[in-house]
C-alpha cells in the first residue's frame, strides 16, 4: 500500500499518469479481449460480426429558454431543477414567461 502522505505533489502526478496509463492499457486488452470472444462466438453458429467502435460521447446541446433580468449571462434551459435566480423571481410571482429569451 503506498503512503500517499509522505509523496511530493510530482510525485503525485507521476503515480496518477502511470495508474491512468496502467488502466487505459488494462481497458483495451480486455475490449479485444471480449471483441475476440463475440467473433468467435458469432462464427461458432455460422455468423458474422462487424464491430464498429464509437469515438466518444455524442452530447446533444440544448439552447437556452430563459434569461435572468439581472444578469444576462445567466440563462436556464428549461429543464431540471430552476436555478437560485429563477427560483427567487419565481417566488416573487413572476411568471417563468417574462424571461423567455425568444418571445
Known amino acids: 500500500m503506498l503512503n500517499l502522505e509522505e509523496k511530493s505533489p510530482e510525485d ?3 503515480i496518477i499518469f502511470e495508474a491512468q496509463s ?3 492499457t488494462r481497458i483495451s486488452s480486455k475490449r479485444k479481449e471480449v471483441i475476440a470472444q463475440i467473433k ?3 462464427a461458432s453458429i455460422g ?3 462487424d464491430i464498429q467502435e464509437v469515438k466518444g ?3 446533444s446541446s440544448v439552447e437556452s429558454r430563459y434569461r435572468d433580468p439581472s444578469d444576462p449571462l445567466r440563462t436556464w434551459t428549461g429543464r ?5 435566480w429563477m427560483q427567487a423571481l ?3 410571482g413572476h411568471s ?3 424571461f423567455l429569451i425568444n418571445k
Open 12 to 14: 503525485l502526478e507521476r
Open 22 to 24: 496502467q488502466l487505459e
Open 40 to 42: 468467435q462466438l458469432a
Open 47 to 49: 455468423v458474422s460480426v
Open 57 to 59: 460521447k455524442k452530447i
Open 80 to 84: 431540471g431543477l430552476p436555478p437560485k
Open 90 to 92: 419565481l417566488a416573487a
Open 96 to 98: 417563468k414567461n417574462d
